[in-house]
């Protein structure tokens, strides 16, 4: 998970840095680089993505569709 998370916090930084950190772009590249690793991740590793997204979501501004799971999923 360790290259996930440092994948998210570059996202992060860089979207902090152009003043776009609650955007929907934003939230669609976290998505991006995550569905790699939650279609090839066991059980645990799958609920431990959706948990950080659930946190994510609670940031503010961060702005994850309702229907986030079915894009990490497809």
Request: net charge positive.
């Amino acid at each position: 998970m360790t290259k996930l998370e440092e994948a998210i916090n570059s996202i992060m930084c860089k979207a902090e840095s152009l003043g776009g950190l609650g955007s929907s772009p934003t939230a669609n590249k976290i998505l991006e680089v995550t569905k790699p690793f939650y279609q090839k991740g066991s059980a645990q590793e799958k609920a431990d993505i959706i948990a950080k997204i659930e946190k994510l979501k609670k940031e503010p501004g961060i702005g994850f569709q309702a229907d986030y799971l079915k894009k990490l999923e497809s």
